[in-house]
């Protein structure tokens, strides 16, 4: 037992002994005279006033200035130091100021891998990130390189092994006299002082001007291992600048370091050397080059007064009072001519009697349809602002929905959501088209029904179409049926009568008595009849190229009716469907081939489930 306490004893006088030998390192340069333990190269130079001079106004140096007695951190203590310095970013008149300087930890003084460009005399392409760097860096940048995510073109950044900064902050320092933070140009060529401390693998980093104590607060705290960066446990510190092809001088007052927190050296502040700044160089000009220098001025600034006027006028835009109320829904001319990309060909999808529509992508938002309509007179501003009254009001799953408007001298511009099957005139009456199934066919009825059944009873007010048509039929993704165009709609409170007594709308869809009696619920009702046989039958409500008793869809309807033995016939399939062609009845080709026995069944099947669901 006394042997085993005698040898626990001799262990832990040889550790005293060990961390007697492992001594503090500590050192202040109050100005940098004595160049004593100092390593420079590249375009580092101590100036006559005391002054470390890193780099100066030439393009591509690079600098680095360390102590060159590296420091022994004990395997046995935590890893931990502070330092203070004092350091002046001066950028030379009328040119962009350089990329920043660096405050450098590293197991090396040999940075001849790095390149002089952008990446602080640190790293290079090659070692860009890469774990053997073993390099952390307090870097003061004053470039904004987005390849580095920087957050500005004035912060503050913590590096390990990358110039991917791992923390980062905008230029400033916490005043304790106003209880806020107040930012600091780092490239104003007045002095910064900067601590960084490292201790309980925390690194917090503090600046403030010349005249400010340090903050209570530090600029940046991050969590780091440097145990894990540092195995060997041997470092140099010092600093690091490179120019590129972004030049200004960078200069280190003063500099202050220890691996005890609190035995670091203080200097007196006050009697730092001054920071020399550079004045731009004037050259006498010769009156014929001053002359010329006026006529380009004056000649640059009718071409910017010219360029003002064009594009004032091309984004020009209108607004009245009614439209107040619906401020929110307005889109700028300028927004709308960049998603069409200038209502560019390439994205042109149609055009009628309304205008044209185009396909365009608005900033962070899905494709959406522009109909550009050309101003003409009342009639072409009243159907506009019904379209944009029922933007409002009209909500539902069938109907188009329409996102925002805007209005110019001689158009005005609807935005809603882009339909990606087109419309449905397109899908009956054109040959490069798909050809609708009776299922997507009856689907698509059954939408607009419902739609039109929301327009006469669900919406706040009775709501006339009045132009119910296949062409004002789009269809989504999923071929259902949304109805569009409200140009000519007309609305009324529930119970009222309607004050449309003019007729509008389109030849063949159009009732009867709304010649004498004006347009109702019922006219809408007659228009969408001639719909369902128009979507059924595959052909258009006036066809002037056929024969006169077969033009008009709807009164050929009536001449075609078969009997009612024909009818039990083709209901119980013991007489064969007749053969229905545009040189017969006047269905269209591009339809006729789905009519047949087969197709008869599936729709039949089709509806008499749906009715079996539906029923009680």
């Known amino acids: 037992m006394a042997w085993g306490l005698f040898q626990i004893l001799m262990i832990s006088f040889f550790h005293l002994i060990k961390l007697s030998s492992q001594q503090e390192t500590s050192f202040v340069y109050e100005t940098f005279r004595s160049q004593e333990n100092l390593y420079l190269d590249g375009s580092a130079t101590v100036l006559p006033n005391g002054l470390l001079q890193?780099?100066?106004?030439?393009?591509?140096?690079?600098?680095?200035?360390?102590?060159?007695?590296?420091?022994?951190?004990?395997?046995?203590?935590?890893?931990?130091f502070s330092t203070h310095f004092v350091c002046a970013l001066v950028p030379q008149p009328g040119v962009e100021g350089g990329h920043g300087m660096a405050f450098v930890v590293s197991p090396s003084m040999d940075f001849s891998h790095a390149e002089s460009t952008r990446y602080l005399g640190i790293f290079n392409v090659s070692k860009n990130g890469s774990p053997s760097s073993n390099v952390l860096a307090v870097e003061l940048d004053t470039i904004w390189n987005p390849d580095f995510e920087d957050i500005d073109h004035n912060h503050v950044g913590i590096d390990v092994n990358s110039p991917l900064s791992v923390g980062t902050a905008s230029a400033s320092y916490y005043s304790d006299i106003k209880g806020k933070n107040e930012s600091i140009n780092l490239l104003s060529g007045h002095p910064i002082q900067v601590w960084v401390d490292y201790e309980d693998n925390m690194l917090n980093v503090s600046m403030a001007p010349r005249e400010v104590q340090k903050?209570?607060?530090p600029l940046l705290s991050q969590h780091i291992?440097?145990?894990?960066?540092?195995?060997?446990?041997?470092?140099?510190?010092?600093?690091?600048?490179?120019?590129?092809?972004?030049?200004?001088?960078?200069?280190?007052?003063?500099?202050?370091f220890s691996t005890s927190r609190g035995s670091l050296q203080r200097f007196d502040i006050s009697r730092l050397p001054e920071v020399p700044h550079p004045r731009a160089e004037h050259k006498n000009l010769s009156p014929l080059f001053i002359d010329l220098l006026g006529f380009l001025a004056i000649m640059g600034l009718c071409t910017l007064t010219g360029m003002y006027f064009f594009k004032r006028g091309k984004y020009a835009e209108i607004t009245e009072e009614w439209e107040n109320e619906f401020g929110?829904?307005?889109?700028?001319?300028?927004?709308?001519?960049?998603?069409?990309?200038?209502?560019?060909?390439?994205?042109f999808l149609g055009k009628g009697g309304f205008g044209e529509?185009?396909?365009?992508?608005?900033?962070?938002?899905?494709?959406?349809?522009?109909?550009?309509?050309?101003?003409?007179?009342?009639?072409?501003?009243?159907?506009?602002?019904?379209?944009?009254?029922?933007?409002?009001?009209?909500?539902?799953?069938?109907?188009?929905?329409?996102?925002?408007?805007?209005?110019?001298?001689?158009?005005?511009?609807?935005?809603?959501?882009?339909?990606?099957?087109?419309?449905?005139?397109?899908?009956?009456?054109?040959?490069?088209?798909?050809?609708?199934?009776?299922?997507?066919?009856?689907?698509?009825?059954?939408?607009?029904?419902?739609?039109?059944?929301?327009?006469?009873?669900?919406?706040?007010?009775?709501?006339?179409?009045?132009?119910?048509k296949a062409?004002?039929?789009?269809?989504?993704?999923?071929?259902?049926?949304r109805l569009g165009d409200f140009g000519m709609a007309s609305f009324h409170d529930h119970g009222g009568i309607s004050d449309s007594t003019c007729a509008v709308g389109t030849i063949g869809y159009m009732a009867p008595e709304i010649l004498y009696m004006g347009a109702s619920t019922r006219t809408d009702v007659y228009a969408f009849g001639v719909f369902m046989v128009e979507v059924?039958?595959?052909?258009?409500?006036?066809?002037?190229?056929?024969?006169?008793?077969?033009?008009?869809?709807?009164?050929?309807?009536?001449?075609?009716?078969p009997t009612m033995e024909q009818v039990i016939l083709y209901l119980n399939q013991n007489l064969p469907l007749p053969d229905f062609s545009p040189y017969t009845v006047g269905i269209s080709n591009h339809s006729s081939v789905l009519i047949d026995a087969a197709s008869l069944v599936a729709s039949?099947?089709?509806?008499?489930?749906?009715?079996?669901?539906?029923s009680p």
């Not at 890193?54 to 931990?80: G, R």
Request: charged share 25%; net charge positive.
């Open 215 to 217: 903050p209570s607060r």
């Open 328 to 347: 929110a829904h307005r889109f700028s001319y300028k927004s709308l001519y960049k998603a069409t990309k200038g209502f560019h060909k390439d994205g």
């Open 604 to 614: 039949r099947s089709w509806s008499a489930a749906s009715s079996a669901t539906n």
């Open 357 to 468: 529509v185009y396909r365009g992508k608005l900033l962070l938002s899905r494709e959406k349809a522009v109909k550009r309509m050309s101003h003409d007179g009342d009639q072409g501003l009243k159907q506009f602002v019904a379209e944009v009254v029922s933007m409002r009001c009209l909500k539902h799953r069938n109907l188009v929905p329409l996102l925002g408007y805007c209005r110019r001298k001689h158009e005005f511009l609807l935005v809603s959501d882009y339909m990606t099957n087109g419309s449905l005139d397109e899908h009956l009456f054109d040959d490069q088209k798909p050809v609708l199934s009776w299922p997507q066919r009856l689907v698509i009825i059954k939408g607009i029904a419902s739609a039109l059944c929301y327009l006469h009873t669900g919406a706040d007010q009775v709501v006339l179409h009045r132009d119910i």
């Open 471 to 481: 062409s004002n039929i789009m269809l989504d993704a999923e071929f259902n049926g």
């Open 536 to 561: 059924t039958c595959g052909r258009r409500p006036v066809e002037p190229q056929l024969q006169l008793e077969k033009q008009i869809l709807i009164e050929w309807v009536p001449e075609s009716r």
């Open 54 to 80: 890193l780099t100066n106004a030439s393009d591509h140096q690079m600098a680095h200035v360390f102590y060159k007695d590296s420091i022994e951190l004990s395997s046995s203590k935590p890893l931990s």
């Open 225 to 256: 291992n440097l145990s894990d960066i540092y195995p060997n446990r041997r470092l140099f510190v010092g600093f690091s600048a490179a120019t590129g092809t972004a030049i200004s001088y960078q200069y280190v007052l003063s500099w202050s």
